[in-house]
């Protein structure tokens, strides 16, 4: 009895200790090379180009990103957990690798982060770092409320050009003006999941408004990828929209 206890208590260890197998990246052709993207998990990804590495968000601890290069660049987005995660932003190896962040974060990052390599972005401001060109994109909830879990000016989604391309990361939003104003957006990782940020109908439609060429959902825990793949491509044909396990079971 007591052997088949400790048998049990080892298969259940296994159980909980065992890791999700990280989606396949895709790989983009732009000009200078290649743009490779890896998504995570939920609102964490990397973009990789001309052996520079972009960190978003990157949440999970160093297991999230074995095999993968250190990042040279850190986009943070806001402070919730999701997105700002001070341990995981430890344990990756960030000794060359500079933090593009919005003040909210940056107050809420470590005493110990290096202040030299901190970069605080407001909204509509555009920057240059290693290289990419970065644009800070307001990202909030509607209606707009002292008391929502998303205020306008708080957080920041980027675009990005990266090579001949621009990439747009919605951050936590609704379906923003700023967002539907949107021009020349070649590839986009757009939010989705309630109460935190849009339905599927609301992010089909901001996206059909600025009609990016390559979408991403993503940040889309508990809602049907499918439905918003339709919707978007029943209201336009050309945009090419990529389901992406960014919550694999684990292995």
Request: glycine fraction near 8%; proline fraction near 6%.
């Amino acid at each position: 009895m007591k052997f088949k206890f400790i048998l049990t208590l080892i298969a259940s260890l296994g159980i909980l200790s065992a890791k999700a197998q990280r989606p396949a990246a895709d790989h983009e052709k732009v000009k200078g090379g290649e743009l490779t993207i890896q998504p995570i998990t939920h609102a964490t990804l990397v973009l990789s180009y001309q052996g520079k590495n972009i960190y978003v968000d990157p949440t999970g601890g160093t297991d999230a990103f074995k095999g993968l290069a250190a990042p040279d660049m850190i986009l943070i987005t806001d402070i919730h957990g999701d997105h700002l995660d001070p341990k995981t932003i430890d344990a990756v190896n960030t000794a060359h690798a500079v933090l593009v962040v919005p003040q909210a974060v940056a107050d809420k990052l470590p005493a110990t982060t290096d202040k030299t390599k901190l970069t605080i972005l407001k909204n509509g401001e555009t920057i240059n770092q290693i290289g990419f060109k970065i644009t800070a994109i307001p990202m909030y909830n509607l209606p707009e409320s002292p008391t929502a879990m998303h205020t306008k000016g708080r957080g920041n989604g980027y675009v990005l050009t990266i090579g001949d391309k621009t990439v747009y990361i919605s951050g936590d939003t609704a379906d923003i003006s700023e967002m539907r104003a949107l021009k020349g957006i070649d590839i986009a990782f757009v939010c989705m999941n309630l109460p935190y940020t849009m339905d599927v109908k609301t992010a089909a439609s901001g996206v059909l408004a600025f009609k990016p060429k390559v979408i991403y959902p993503y940040h889309y825990r508990g809602q049907n990828v499918e439905e918003f793949k339709s919707l978007v491509n029943t209201g336009d044909k050309n945009i090419e929209v990529r389901l992406r396990e960014w919550y694999p079971a684990a292995k």
